[in-house]
C-alpha cells in the first residue's frame, strides 16, 4: 500500500488550524506550500492560489487547477479547519502528533475494547483533525498532483471554517465564478472529501457514498412578557412561562421531521435559551430568547417551517395566558388578590420580517434599524459577541422600538443556514456515471452502500442551490446584517454542481479519540474518486 497520502496527512495534523482563529492562515499556507510542490503548478504558477474572499481573519481559499482542453471540471473540496485540542486533556500536547499521541494513550493504560484495539493497529490514525477533515485534503491533493488533463479538468479547494460558520465555502462560491468565467469551465461533478463516521472501516466493509446534506435552520424567538417585581408575579406575566411552554413544545417534536428518498432528519433541538435581563433584580424578565436546530430535507420548505414555529409560538402563549388565568382565579377565590388587578392578555407572533414592517411608522425607524445594525456589526467584529448573540440583542432592540403588547413572540434566523442539497433534485444526472464507476470497482472486489443525505451539516450545502426564491426568504428573516453573513443564492444555482460526500471511515470526530481508518485514506477512497473523475 502507498504511503504518500498518510505522510502528507501527517504534514498537515501537525499544523494548528482551530476553527474560527488566525492560526487557519497557518493551514492555508501549508497546503499552498504542498501544492506548489507539483511540477505542473511551478510551470503554471496562475492556476493555484489563496483566493481572497474578503474573510475578516484573512482566511483564504486554497485552489489549484489543471486545465485540459475539454473544460469539463471535477472539483474535490474539503475543509481545513479543525476544532480545539483542549478535550484531549493531559494528552494535549501530543493532540497534532498522531505518532507520539498513540504511544502515550497506549503507555497510560486508560482505554480498553475497539479504542484500544485501533491504538494496537497501524491502521488507524489519532490526532486532531486527521479525520475532520485533514485527511480528505491529503486524498484531494495526491489526486490533483497525479491527474493528467487530457479530456477533463480537476479543480480542488480547501476551505476555512467548515467547524464554525463555513465562511470559507461561502467565500468559494466567487472562487468558482470567477474561474468557470475566466475558464470556461463546465462543473460537471464535485466530491467533499469529509470523513464518515457511518462507514465501519476493515476489509470488506461497503464504501459510503452520501447524496445530498441536510438543510439547516437556526431560527430564534424573543419573547416579550410583562415586567413584575416578584414580591407581586400576578402583575405581570413571566416571559420565562412562555419560553418554558415554547421549548416543552418544540423539543424532538415530531411534527419537524422530515421525510425524503427513505430517510428521516433529527427533531428539533433547543440549542440557545436565556433571559434578556443586563444584569440580577428581583424583577421577572421582561424579556427571553430561545434558538433551535432545526434540520430538513429538499422535499421541505424551510419557510414552511418558520411559519409553523410562529403557530407554536402562539399556542404556547396561550397556555401561559391560561395558566395566568387560572392561577388568578385560584387566588381570588382564596381571598388573596383583587380582581382589579386581573391584566387581560392576547398573545402577538410575529416574524422579524413582519415586526419591521409594523415599525415602519415609527418615527425615524429607518435610521434608527441603521444605527442598530452598525452596532450589531461592530459587536460581532470586535469579537464582543457572536452572530448568534447579537442577532437576538437585534431582535430584543427593535421590540422596543415599537408599543407591542404583552405577550408577544418575534421570529426570525441567526447563522449559519445551511441551504438543503440533494443530487436527486438537480437537473444534471449523475446516476449514470456513479453506476458505471461502481461497476468498474465491483469488479476489483468493491461494495457500496449509498444514502440520500448525510445528517451532519457540510460544506455540500454550497455547491448548489434548489430554491433560490425560498433561501432568499429565510435570509429576509436574517437578524444579522448581509455585510457581516450573506450567501450568494443566485450564483450558487448558477452552478448547482451536484456534490457527493466520500470519505474515510472515521471514529469520535471532535474528541479526544478522533481517528481515521488509513486503508481508506491511502486507498479506498483514492480510488474510487478516480474512478469518479475517470466517468465524469
Known sequence: MEKRIQDTLRQLVAVRSDSGTVSERDMAAKLYEILREDPYFQEHPELCGLYDGGDPLGRPVVWGLKLAPCRRTVILSGHYDAVETSPYGVFEPYALQPDLLKEKMLESGRFSGEVLEHLQDENWMFGRGAADMKAGDAINLHLLREFEPKDKCLLITAVSDEENLSAGARQAIGLYQML?????????YAAVTESCALRGGGEGDPLLLLNGTS???LPVAVVK???????????????ALILA???????????FLSFDQ??????????????????????TPEYSAVGFNMTYYAADDPMERLERLKQVCYDACRRAVEKYEDVFDRMTAAGQLFTGYRAEYSP???????LKERLRGVPDFAKKDRELQNKMAEEIRSGKATMQKAGIRYIHHLMELGDLPAPTVVVGVVPPFYPTVSAAYLSRDIRPMVERAKKALEEKGYTFREHAYTQGMTDMSYMACLSPRTCAAVMENMAVPGTIYAIDFAALAHLNVPTQLIGPASRNIHQMLERVYLPDVDEHIPCLLRELIRQA
Open 180 to 188: 468557470q468565467e475566466k475558464y470556461g469551465l463546465e462543473y460537471v
Open 215 to 217: 438543510g439547516k435552520l
Open 225 to 239: 412578557g410583562r415586567l413584575a417585581h416578584s414580591a407581586y408575579v400576578m402583575n405581570g406575566l413571566n416571559s
Open 245 to 255: 411552554e415554547i421549548i416543552r413544545s418544540m423539543e424532538i417534536n415530531t411534527d
Open 262 to 283: 427513505g430517510m428521516c432528519n433529527q427533531p428539533p433541538a433547543t440549542q440557545i435559551f436565556s433571559d434578556l435581563k443586563p444584569s440580577y433584580d428581583v424583577s
Open 348 to 354: 402577538t407572533v410575529l416574524s422579524l420580517v413582519e
